[in-house]
């Protein structure tokens, strides 16, 4: 195949002479094709068998990503059963299955598997599997459902209508002949209501039984079968004792309550398909050809390709503007609701729309690399995570439907025992396979997962773990870093000190060439600065970047820059007393030190800003007797400046990367559970030794940040959102447990003792499964009418 496509990307059109061509002489030269017959018999005799070479490598860079959307899950052990079969799949491995997203992603090996084979044998279980393109046509099987609701409720609505007619004759006397015309034609509307409404769960329950991990489904099957058969049997007997109208109500009901659930569950998740589907199908690619740009889809976009946007179009990459004025709402990705100008050289975000103006654009970062594509694969990490009170709880479900099944067995023999009628019996143990469903305790974390981590992403709160919902609740001690957290990191030199002010010009050189491919926002300033007079990067030999500055050689001379301690450790030469002075324009200075043969050689003061978010954040921290610590690599007279400008008593400053990490972790063995705040790059070992880590984006490639949380604004007062918010959420998962953990204890009980009847216990399970869903949809409309009020007043 592959030789086939070269040879007619060659212009070979003729296969038959294939042997004469350049492209087949180069390729036997090569060896990619046998040159004799010995040749190829020898290559069959030393291949290993194509199972052996498909398998994976431990490493597991193998396979291709795979993503479906599942149908028809009611609860998670839905997704627990896809899980399990589809890892017996051979060539399948990573498989994961979220019940609250309906997503399935997994990784398979193309040689031993394919796509359709692994969503056959999720559609044979019972749940039909479809692509992201599939998923937005999908109104024809919504219609279907809703149609076998529409039919199934009619006909049990006639069952309970003649049923009350035949449950008369307990009180008047009913001729055999009047028995059989009534029950017949119930027992033919309640067999359609069974077989044909009740198809879809039946399909799921057998298949969960049959694979040894029964779900929702196995007990309404085996609790409505029994009902059934049992009046199917007393039908022919011409008996009174029917439970048609139990068979038939119980399978309408759980259709009802689901479909219900279902348009709750889709509300839940607006927030989450509102970001995911933020990225386009379609871009304006621009090239000589097409200057103007021509419509290609979003696979074809390449990095340093240059793609137009207009109004109303959203950025599929991230990007340099070569051209155009306009404003842009990204609002989306960082929580921010005001638009913002941007003008050529301006930065672009994907997942940016355009509110106004017509934009030429440089894709820097394009696909999985982009913002939006770490975000949505951050995201997807997040949802698929679980906590540790929910990974009990799914480890009880796993055994909670036999230990059901077996408790309702004992309750039919402990009423024969007691000498009730086999049929009470029955039904007494049906009432009790229903009304035990675990369906609302299962679905009680899962959903409130969803809402907390949408209702984060539309405030620009990036989570990457859920925990951070509850671990931020006890947090007591909270570590800031200084420069990008709570200043804005926008360096602009102030001033340049040299001892001999006719060697500025060329210490300027020397540091441009020291941090001439560095991309801190320090080394693209000092580069600016040179640039803009006119002075080339000198040449730097065995450049080394450190944790403190970047050392190398100039002219035979050893060079550093950086801190002070890293550049001038032994303190030689002058250090002018007045570099401390910032002008009245900027609220910090802080200085990078240069030095040539370990003799001060320059130094370079940059003026940096308080964020206005800043003091309002530490205040409302504060309030919770929390402490609070700042950090930073700045000199300790400039940390001491800002921390008195915040009100901060506790500060550290000329701190490597590692003391930072010390500082947290000195804390933790005096009995503190930290956070740290940081940029997310150069504090990433600060904030892996916290328990919780938040990062403040920077711009930089979102996989070198380490933090739980990342705050896409950039502004410290998402911090306090974020507290508030996960205040609210771990409050929604309590509810829900509550609710579903009193339901079960209460309601057991009584279906043992008959308090309930079937019907009754159908009702009251779904209505718990609606209250657990019913209260998340109420958090997350509350939560959306206090992020529009935010909205509405800028704030």
Not at 419 to 425: E, F, K, T
């Amino acid at each position: 195949m592959v030789y086939s496509m070269l040879s007619e990307a060659a212009g070979a059109p003729d296969p038959a002479g294939f042997r004469e061509t350049q492209l087949y002489r180069q390729c036997k030269a090569a060896g990619i094709i046998p040159s004799s017959a010995d040749d190829l018999a020898e290559i069959h005799t030393s291949a290993s068998p194509v199972a052996d070479t498909a398998t994976p490598s431990p490493d597991g860079q193998f396979g291709l990503p795979l993503v479906l959307y599942i149908n028809g899950m009611w609860c998670p052990a839905c997704a627990w059963v896809i899980e399990a079969t589809v890892k017996k799949q051979p060539g399948v491995r990573n498989v994961t299955c979220n019940f609250a997203t309906d997503q399935f992603r997994c990784e398979y090996d193309p040689v031993r598997t394919r796509p359709g084979t692994i969503a056959a044998a999720i559609d044979n279980l019972g749940y039909p599997a479809v692509d992201s393109a599939e998923r937005s046509r999908d109104a024809s099987r919504q219609r279907s459902d809703f149609i076998r609701l529409i039919l199934s409720i009619f006909f049990s609505a006639n069952v309970m209508m003649l049923s009350i007619a035949l449950y008369s004759g307990f009180f008047t006397t009913i001729e055999t002949d009047g028995v059989w015309k009534i029950s017949v034609p119930i027992g033919v509307m309640a067999t359609f209501v069974f077989f044909y409404g009740g198809w879809p769960i039946h399909k799921k329950g057998w298949y969960g039984l049959r694979a040894g991990k029964p779900g929702m489904e196995a007990l309404i099957l085996m609790g409505s079968s029994a009902a059934f058969l049992l009046s199917v049997v007393n039908l022919f007997q011409a008996s009174l004792h029917l439970y048609f109208d139990t068979a038939a109500m119980l399978i309408t009901l759980v259709l009802l309550g689901k479909l219900l659930e279902n348009r709750a569950k889709t509300g839940i998740q607006k927030d989450l398909d509102t970001f995911f589907t933020l990225s386009p199908k379609k871009v304006r690619i621009c090239s000589d050809a097409y200057p103007g740009g021509r419509y290609a889809g979003i696979g074809q976009l390449r990095k340093s390709d240059n793609f137009r946007l207009v109004a109303g179009e959203v950025s599929p990459a991230d990007g340099t503007i070569l051209s155009g004025n306009g404003r842009v709402d990204e609002s989306a990705v960082t929580g921010e609701a005001r638009p913002i100008g941007v003008k050529p050289g301006s930065l672009l975000k994907s997942g940016t729309r355009i509110v106004q103006g017509d934009l030429s654009v440089r894709a820097d970062r394009v696909g999985p690399d982009s913002l939006l594509g770490q975000m949505i694969d951050t995201m997807n990490r997040a949802l698929d995570q679980k906590i540790r009170l929910e990974g009990k709880t799914d480890r009880m479900l796993r055994f909670f439907v036999p230990a059901i099944a077996a408790l309702a067995a004992v309750t039919v023999l402990g009423c024969l025992l007691s000498g009730l009628p086999i049929r009470d019996a029955i039904i007494r143990g049906v009432t009790v396979l229903v009304i035990s469903c675990p369906c609302a305790l299962g679905i009680a974390i899962p959903l409130a997962r969803v809402a907390g981590i949408g209702s984060a992403a539309a405030r620009g709160i990036l989570i990457r773990n859920f925990s951070s919902f509850d671990n931020i609740g006890g947090v007591d001690a909270f570590i800031l870093d200084k420069t990008g957290t709570l200043t804005t990191g926008n360096w602009s030199m102030v001033r340049m000190w040299v001892p001999d002010p006719n060697s500025a010009d060329e210490m300027l050189s020397v540091a441009a060439g020291l941090e001439e491919n560095a991309d801190h926002p320090i080394a693209i300033e000092i580069r600016a600065a040179a640039e803009k007079k006119g002075i080339a990067p000198a040449a730097i030999t065995e450049t080394e970047h450190r944790e403190n500055g970047v050392i190398g050689r100039w002219k035979g001379l050893p060079v550093r820059i950086g801190s002070r301690r890293f550049s001038v450790p032994d303190k030689q030469g002058v250090i002018p007393g007045h570099i401390n002075q910032a002008s009245p324009q900027e609220a910090v200075l802080s200085h990078i030190f240069m030095s040539v043969a370990d003799r001060l050689a320059a130094v370079f003061s940059f003026g940096d800003q308080i964020r206005n978010t800043a003091g309002a954040t530490i205040d409302e921290l504060k309030k919770g007797a929390r402490r609070i610590v700042l950090v930073s690599g700045d000199e300790q007279t400039v940390t001491r400046q800002v921390a008195a400008q915040l009100d901060i008593d506790e500060y550290h400053g000329a701190m490597k990367p590692g003391d930072k990490a010390d500082v947290v972790a000195g804390l933790s063995r005096s009995g503190y559970v930290t956070a740290m705040v940081g940029d997310g790059v150069n504090d990433a070992p600060a904030l892996a030794a916290a328990d919780l880590s938040v990062a403040l984006y920077s711009g930089y490639h979102m996989g070198k940040e380490a933090a739980d949380i990342t705050l896409m604004r950039g502004e410290p007062d998402q911090l306090l959102d974020f507290l508030h918010l996960a205040r609210r959420v771990t409050k929604n998962i309590l509810q829900n447990l509550w609710a579903s953990s009193i339901y079960n204890i209460c309601c057991i009980p009584l279906a043992i003792i008959g308090v309930f009847s079937p019907l009754v216990a159908a009702t009251a399970m779904l209505l718990s499964s609606l209250s657990v869903t019913g209260n998340t949809l109420l958090f997350i409309r509350r939560d959306r009418g206090k992020s529009d009020r935010t909205k509405e007043t800028g704030q």
